[in-house]
């Protein structure tokens, strides 16, 4: 007998810059991720300052949500999908980031996909922010480094709470906010700071210079505060709207072995690398190991007078958090690391890996879930989950993705596990419920879906949709509630 309460959201997820394509269609303007290039899972993607003739750039054409969205909508909804997560791109609406009124076409749009949601019984839920920083806001203000984009960003929150109330009640403030504690394509993406090239190569890095730490934890600072506000505001405009933090990667380091280095080495990268940012948005102030990490790292964070009180007085109703792996922290330096998805980590030898070298483990998706449930005892969602993996079509023309049935299915019984052990787990939406861009790598052959669409890393193909084996899987275990997972 399954655990997942009746009203369970079973759903599946997207991000604007990696499905929406019509990078300039309607009014809207250019958004970071609109700089970058394709890459691969060898070759890192490149930013341009300026856009250049003839080079290949993901987002701007994507899968083209932006024309597909009534077709892809029908097809979550044809297989009982009760939550779709997806995201505002901001320069949709405020083409540059900081104009006082909207673009009225990109305010229509959304109300269209969410009125098409409702048509099939689908609860939006919605990232306010998720890497789709307008490049205006770049380019005029080093991004959420100046504290003006907190006013530019509580501008948009107001547009998005008033115009679609009754369509929309639950609001994610940022995607993965912690991943704007690392340099590169981390401060780019999720912080809008501009790279220092004209053209670089764009991967995760992890900063140690005093100077720059403090831009970005001053402009994390920023968003915290933008949050804390959007949480009020959302409050304010109507009560029924459930507002979330949302964490890359969620809890997910091990240590590497019992030495009692090895453990403090693992907590002391869980506190900085995760529990920072939820400890700031769940419990409205920043704790003392963040105090201590900023003074032993020369960071200076620019605060101002009732500050604190802000962050006191916008925590926020749930915990969401993406997780496809973990990985291990270790004292030793000499012990290789590896890179994941945007989380800098040690393989774990026990863990099998995906083709990109992500560790699968679910009874890690247990653990994290206890975690923060013991952490924190606010309502959980599981908002991004899933195994990117080159779906190749088989000889009777489908696609038979049994590895990405076998991964669902097991992390659903962790969660099932989870849920048995008390934990207060709402929602599951598993990650990129449609081929997407990745994130990491710009690639489309790196395939998320349970719906295959036709595009490849070259921008070739009809964008045509057809349902994997995984969609019928899912569509049984939405039906069932978890109970049929054969
Ligand atoms: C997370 C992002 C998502 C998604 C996911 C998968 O960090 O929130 O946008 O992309 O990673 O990673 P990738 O697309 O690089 O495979």
Known sequence: MAHFPDGFLWGGATAANQCEGAWLADGKGPSVEDHLTGGTVSTPRTFTRVIEEGTYYPSHEA?????????????????????????????????????????????????????????????????????????????????????????????????????????????????????????????????????????????????????????????????????????????????????????????????????????????????????????VQCRGSYPGYALRYFADNGITVSMEEGDEEILRGGTVDMYTYSYYMTNCASADPEVVKTGGNMVMGIPNPYLKKSDWGWAIDPDGLRWSLNEVWDRYQIPIMVVENGFGAVDERAEDGKFHDDYRIDYFRSHIKAMDEALADGVNLIAYTTWGCIDIVSAGTGEMKKRYGYIYVDRDNDGNGDLHREPKDSYFWYKKVIASNGEDLA
């Open 63 to 279: 899968v083209d949500f932006y024309g597909h969205y009534k077709e892809d909508i029908r097809l979550f909804g044809e297989m009982g999908m009760k939550v779709f997560r997806m995201s505002i791109n901001w320069a949709r609406l405020y083409p540059v980031g900081d104009e006082p009124e909207p673009n009225e076409a990109g305010v229509a749009f959304y109300r269209s996909v969410f009125e098409e949601c409702g048509k099939w019984g689908i609860e939006p839920l919605v990232t306010i922010s998720h890497y789709e920083i307008p490049w205006g806001l770049c380019e005029k203000y080093n991004g959420w480094a100046d504290r003006r984009c907190v006013e530019f960003y509580l501008n948009l929150c107001r547009t998005l709470f008033t115009e679609y109330k009754g369509l929309v009640r639950y609001w994610l403030t940022f995607n993965e906010i912690n991943i704007l504690q690392h340099g590169g394509m981390g401060s780019f993406v999720a912080g809008g700071i501009m790279p220092k090239g004209d053209r670089e190569p764009m991967g995760l890095t992890d900063v140690d210079d005093p100077a720059e730490l403090s831009v970005i934890y001053t402009a994390l600072h920023h968003q915290f505060l933008a949050s804390a506000q959007a949480v009020r505001l959302a409050h304010e405009i109507d009560p029924e709207n459930m507002v979330g933090c949302m964490i890359g990667g969620g809890p997910s380091i091990y240590p590497y072995t019992c030495a009692p280095a090895d453990v403090l080495a693992a907590q002391q990268k869980l506190q900085i690398g995760t529990w920072l940012c939820s400890d």
